[in-house]
């Protein structure tokens, strides 16, 4: 069985994304939006509710509500590398 890095912290950012840190030190970024027309993730189309997005307690994924989830290995899998993250100067 696969073991991916706990999420230790969450932030949204524009377009749908999201900055995933994860407690191994890594930061990627997971793009909601293929994920809008699934009913269970309709309600991140309304920006409020997408901007409430927590941490799991445990950092077996992130949360809106008691409904809407993502566990870390999608956000792991599914995210990409933030390049931002290795302070490149432009």
Not at 51 to 73: C, F, K, Q
Request: net charge negative; glycine share 6%; proline share 8%.
């Amino acid at each position: 069985m696969q073991h991916y890095p706990k999420v230790r912290s969450v932030e949204p950012i524009p377009r749908k994304r999201l900055r995933v840190s994860f407690e191994d030190g890594s930061v990627r970024i997971y793009d909601c939006k293929p994920l809008l027309e699934e009913p269970a993730f309709r309600h991140l189309n309304d920006d409020a509710f997408f901007r409430n997005v927590r941490p799991d307690p445990h950092g077996y994924g992130v949360a809106w509500n008691d409904d809407t989830d993502l566990a870390e290995s999608e956000l792991w899998l599914g995210g990409y590398e933030d390049e931002s993250v290795h302070g490149s100067e432009h």
